[in-house]
C-alpha cells in the first residue's frame, strides 16, 4: 500500500512538470502551429525560472519573502517561454517557414540558452547556484493544512502536493471551460481545424495563432521551472530535464488535445517515467520503463484511427501555415 | 423607371487583370431583386472572377459597383455581408467539427454566443425557406447537399438580400437539385436578388429569369430565359469563330496506333469518371479532346499513361509491325519498359510534370535516370538534353541549373514538352498544354505539336479553347460527363455543334 502511495505521489511531482508542457503545447497546436520546440521552451522556463528567484532572492537578502519568490519563478519563466514563442510565431506565422524545422531549431536553441543561463550563473556566483534552505522549502511546501494531509491514503494522495499542482488542475480546467465554452475558444478551434474558412469569417488568424502559441509557450515553460525548483531542489540540472519536452509533446498526443485529458494523463505518463526507481523488476532494463510512455502513445494513436472518431482528431491544420492569396 | 427600382446591384465597366491576363475586360451588369440571373459561360470565361469582386474576395482594377444606386467599395468578405452580399463558393468553407449552429455564428462578434437562441432562428429561416436541417448536428456527418444548405443558411442568417451560387449543383443529385431550386424559388419570392453561376444549359432554362452571357472575360449580353432557347444560348456562350491560322498539313498516310475500348473508371467515392469511353487515335493526328473541365479528360489521359486504375475496357497500342500491347494494368514504368513510346504532357506541371526546385538538368534525368552506371549518375546527356531545348525553345532562364520554379509559366512548359518530345514518342498526351501562356508561346506549343504530327506521332491534345481545337486538331473527340458525346472531323465541324455536344449531353443524362 505504502509503495502504491509514494508511487502516485512521486508520478503527481513528475506529473505536474509534464503537465504544464502538455497543456501549454495543447493551447499552441489548437491555434494549428505544431510547436516542437516544447524541449527548448521548457529548459529556457528552468533556466530564468531559477535565475529569477536566486537573484531575486541575493537582491532581498533577509526580507525574502517565499510567494513573491514563487510570483517571480513563474513570471520568469512565462517570459521566458513567451520570448521564445513569439520568436516562432514570428517565423512560421509571419515570415511563414516550415513549422516543423523551425520547431526543432528552437528545441536546439532553447537547451542551448537554457545551459548557457544555467552555466552562466554557476561561474559568475563562483560555483554553486541554490536558493536559501529556507526558499526551497517554500518552492516543495505542502499547500493544504496538515489535518488534511494527514488523512490516511487520500490525504497524501489528493492534499500532499506543492502549489504548482493545483495550479495546474486550475489552467487544465480554465483552459477545458476557455475552449469549449467561449466565443474566443470557438474561434480558436475554427482557426486550428480551417484557417481559410475562418478567414472568411472574418476571424483575424494572425492574432490568434500569435496570442495562442505565445501564451501556450509561457505555460509550457512554467514546467521547466516547477522541475527545477522542486524536482531537482532548485539547482540547474539539465540532465533531469532533457527529453521531457518530447514527452510533452507525446502527451499532447494521448490526451486527444483535450485539456482536461492532460490531468490523469501527465500523471500516468509520471507513474511511467519513474516506475523504474519505485518497482523495479530484475533483468528488464531501466530503459525498457522510459520508452514506455512513448509505446502508450502509439497504442492510443492506433487506437483512436481504428475507431475513425471524427471527433477525437487532431486540429485539421496542424502543422500548415496558412497564407490568404495561395489557392 | 420601375427597373431602376428592382435593381439591387450595378456593375459598371469592371476590369480584373491576373497579371498580362484579363479575366474580366469592362464588364456591365445589373442583378435585380425577385430575380434569378444564371451567370453562363465555358470555363475560365471569368463569371467566378466577376462574382469574386461582389463578395470581397478581389477588388477590381477598374470599373464601379453600385448598391441601390450608390457606389460602394468592398474590400473584403466581411464587408460583403455588411452591404447583404454573399457568396456560396464551390468549395464550401465549414469546420467538420463544428455543429451546424456553431458554423453559421462563426465571425458574427456582435452577437452574444447563445447557441440556443441561434438554433432557434436558423429553424426559423428553414421553415421560412424550405430548408431541412439539424442545428446541432455535426458537419462531417453530413452530406454534401447537407453542408450546402448550412452555407446557405450562414449567408441568409448574416441578413444577405443577394445572394450568389457559383455552380450550386455540380456535386447535388437530380432530386437535389430539385430541392435546391424550390428553395431558390421561394427566396425569389421573398424578393432576394439571387445570381447562380454555372455552364448547364438545361438549369438555366429551368430556373432563371434572366441570363447573362460571358465569353472570354467580356460581357456578351443579358437575355430573358423566357425568350431564348439553349441553342441561341450556346451561340452566344461559344461564340462565333475565330480565325487563328494554325497551320494543319495532312499526315500522308494515318495508321491506328492507340485503340481504347469501353474504358470505365470509378473514383474513390464510386462515381464514374469515365463510362465506356471507346477512341481511336491515328499516327499523323492530332486528337483533339473537348468537354467542359472536369467530364474525365484527366482521367481518361492519365488511364491511359497507367496512372489511374482501370475498372473495365482495354487500352492498346499498335505497334508497327501491327502486333497490339495490352496497357490496362500495367505501371507507367513496366509501360516504358515494353517499349511502348508514351509521352505525357499533364496539367499540372510543377506538380506532376517537373519538380520546381531543380533545374533543367535534374528535369531532364527525372526520364532518363536508370541509365546511370551502378550508383552514379550520368549527367552528361541530360546536360546536351537541356541545353538543346534552351536553344532550340527559347527558353528564358540564366542557366540550365536554375530551379525551373522561378521560371515564367511559358517556359516551364517549353521545358516540359521539349522533355516529353526529346524523347521520341510514338503517342503524344497533353493536358491544357496552352493555359495560362501567352500568344507567342502558345504557337511555339502548337507548331512543336504539329511538327510531331508530321513525324507520325498520334497526338492527344485535351483543350478548353474550342477555336484552337477546331483549327489545331484533325478530329475532336468530345466527352461529357464522362461519357463520348460523339466524335467529329475537325475540318467540317462547327464551334455551336461542339458546343452544343459539350452541354447537351448533360442535360439527358440528368434527366
Known amino acids: 500500500m505504502t509503495t502504491i502511495i509514494t508511487l502516485i505521489t512521486a508520478a503527481v511531482t513528475f506529473g505536474t512538470v509534464l503537465m504544464y508542457g502538455t497543456l501549454g503545447e495543447i493551447l499552441t497546436e489548437k491555434s494549428g502551429n505544431l510547436n516542437l520546440g516544447v524541449e527548448g521552451i521548457m529548459y529556457m522556463g528552468g533556466a530564468f ?39 516562432y510565431s514570428f517565423i512560421t506565422v509571419t515570415l511563414r517557414a516550415n513549422q516543423n524545422v523551425t520547431g526543432l531549431a528552437l528545441s536546439i536553441f532553447g537547451t542551448g540558452i537554457g545551459q548557457f543561463v544555467g552555466e552562466f550563473m554557476r561561474v559568475s556566483e563562483g560555483g554553486y547556484v541554490a536558493l536559501s534552505n529556507d526558499l526551497k522549502g517554500v518552492f516543495s511546501a505542502q499547500v493544504f493544512p496538515k489535518f488534511l494531509v494527514d488523512i490516511p491514503v487520500i490525504g497524501s494522495i489528493l492534499f500532499s502536493h506543492t502549489i504548482f499542482f493545483y495550479l495546474a488542475i486550475a489552467v487544465a480546467v480554465l483552459m477545458y471551460l476557455f475552449l469549449a465554452k467561449t466565443r474566443y475558444g470557438m474561434y480558436l478551434t475554427a482557426v486550428g481545424e480551417s484557417p481559410s474558412t475562418s478567414d472568411a469569417a472574418g476571424i483575424n488568424i494572425t492574432k490568434y495563432k500569435y496570442l495562442a ?85 502509439v497504442i492510443v494513436l492506433i487506437l483512436t484511427s481504428m475507431r475513425n472518431s471524427r471527433d477525437r482528431q487532431p486540429p485539421a491544420s496542424l502543422g500548415l501555415n496558412y497564407f490568404r492569396e495561395e489557392r | 423607371m420601375l427597373l431602376e427600382h428592382n435593381c439591387a446591384i450595378e456593375m459598371r465597366g469592371i476590369t480584373k487583370r491576373f497579371g498580362q491576363v484579363v479575366a474580366n475586360d469592362s464588364i456591365d451588369m445589373r442583378i435585380n431583386r425577385g430575380e434569378i440571373l444564371a451567370l453562363l459561360g465555358e470555363n475560365g470565361s471569368g463569371k467566378t472572377t466577376l462574382m469574386n469582386m461582389l463578395s470581397g474576395i478581389y477588388q477590381p482594377d477598374e470599373g464601379e459597383i453600385y448598391k441601390d444606386g450608390e457606389r460602394i467599395f468592398i474590400r473584403s468578405p466581411r464587408e460583403a455581408y455588411g452591404y447583404g452580399i454573399g457568396m456560396i463558393h464551390q468549395h464550401y468553407k465549414l469546420i467538420e467539427v463544428f455543429t451546424a449552429a456553431q458554423n453559421i455564428v462563426l465571425g458574427l462578434d456582435d452577437e452574444k454566443m447563445d447557441l440556443r437562441r441561434t438554433n432557434e432562428k436558423v429553424m426559423e429561416i428553414c421553415s421560412r425557406y424550405g430548408f431541412e436541417v439539424d442545428p446541432s448536428r455535426k458537419v462531417y456527418d453530413m452530406s454534401v447537399s447537407q453542408k450546402q444548405t448550412i452555407e446557405i443558411i450562414k449567408v441568409l442568417y448574416r441578413g444577405a438580400d443577394i445572394l450568389v451560387l457559383d455552380e450550386p449543383t455540380a456535386v447535388l443529385t437530380p432530386q437535389e437539385t430539385q430541392k435546391l431550386f424550390k428553395v431558390l424559388l421561394n427566396m425569389k419570392a421573398d424578393g432576394k436578388a439571387i445570381v447562380i453561376i454555372t455552364h448547364k444549359l438545361h438549369e438555366v432554362m429551368e430556373v432563371s429569369d434572366k441570363v447573362a452571357v460571358l465569353r472570354k472575360g467580356k460581357y456578351i449580353g443579358t437575355v430573358n430565359t423566357s425568350e431564348t432557347d439553349p441553342q441561341a444560348l450556346t451561340d452566344m456562350m461559344v461564340g462565333h469563330a475565330v480565325t487563328l491560322n494554325i497551320e494543319r498539313p495532312r499526315y500522308p498516310e494515318p495508321k491506328r496506333k492507340l485503340v ?252
Not at chain 2, 474525365?296 to 497507367?306: F, N, P, R, W
Not at chain 2, 516504358?336 to 513510346?341: F, I, Q, S
Not at chain 2, 508514351?342 to 541509365?371: H, I, K, Q
Open chain 1, 49 to 87: 525560472g531559477l535565475a529569477g528567484a536566486f537573484y531575486y532572492e541575493k537582491a532581498a537578502g533577509a526580507a525574502v519573502s517565499g510567494p513573491l519568490a514563487i510570483i517571480i519563478a513563474i513570471a520568469a519563466a512565462f517570459a521566458a517561454g513567451m520570448a521564445a514563442s513569439a520568436i
Open chain 1, 213 to 297: 502559441t505565445v501564451i501556450g509557450g509561457g505555460i509550457s515553460a512554467i514546467g521547466g521551472m516547477v522541475y527545477i525548483m522542486t524536482t531537482a531542489g532548485c539547482v540547474w540540472n539539465h540532465e533531469g530535464l532533457s527529453g521531457v519536452g518530447w514527452l510533452a509533446v507525446a502527451l499532447v498526443i494521448f490526451c486527444m488535445w483535450r485539456p482536461l485529458n492532460a490531468i490523469w494523463g501527465s500523471v500516468l505518463f509520471g507513474a511511467m517515467m519513474i516506475m523504474y526507481l519505485r518497482v523495479s523488476i530484475p533483468f528488464i532494463p531501466t530503459e525498457i520503463y522510459k520508452i514506455l510512455p512513448y509505446i502508450v502513445t
Open chain 2, 260 to 511: 481504347v475500348e469501353n474504358l470505365t473508371c470509378v473514383d474513390n467515392e464510386g462515381v464514374r469518371k469515365l463510362d465506356r469511353v471507346s477512341f481511336e487515335a491515328n499516327t499523323g493526328e492530332i486528337l483533339g479532346v473537348a468537354g467542359i473541365s472536369g467530364s474525365g479528360q484527366k482521367e481518361l489521359l492519365e488511364a491511359i499513361t497507367g496512372l489511374y486504375p482501370v475498372k473495365e475496357g482495354s487500352i492498346r497500342f499498335v505497334r508497327d509491325d501491327g502486333s497490339e500491347a495490352e496497357l490496362v494494368g500495367m505501371t507507367p514504368r513496366r509501360i516504358r519498359e515494353t517499349g511502348v513510346g508514351m509521352a505525357f504532357v499533364p496539367e499540372d506541371r510543377l506538380g506532376m510534370g517537373l519538380v520546381g526546385s531543380m533545374g533543367m538538368t535534374g528535369n531532364m534525368m527525372l526520364r532518363s535516370w536508370r541509365n546511370g552506371r551502378g550508383a552514379f549518375l550520368r549527367k552528361k546527356e541530360p546536360e546536351d538534353l537541356a541545353n538543346g531545348i534552351w536553344k532550340e525553345l527559347d527558353v528564358v532562364t540564366p542557366s540550365i541549373t536554375y530551379p525551373v520554379r522561378r521560371l515564367s509559366g511559358g517556359n516551364v512548359q517549353k521545358v516540359l514538352v521539349g522533355r516529353e518530345i526529346a524523347g521520341n514518342p510514338q503517342v503524344l498526351m497533353t493536358a491544357y498544354a496552352v493555359r495560362g501562356l501567352d500568344i507567342n508561346t502558345s504557337y511555339t506549343i502548337y507548331n512543336l505539336l504539329t511538327e510531331q504530327k508530321m513525324k507520325g506521332v498520334a497526338v492527344l491534345y485535351v483543350g478548353e479553347d474550342l477555336d484552337v481545337l477546331i483549327e489545331l486538331a484533325d478530329r475532336i473527340l468530345v466527352l461529357c460527363g464522362g461519357q463520348v458525346a460523339g466524335c467529329v472531323d475537325a475540318r467540317s465541324v462547327t464551334k455551336e455543334e461542339i458546343g452544343l455536344m459539350m452541354t447537351q449531353f448533360n442535360a439527358k443524362g440528368a434527366e
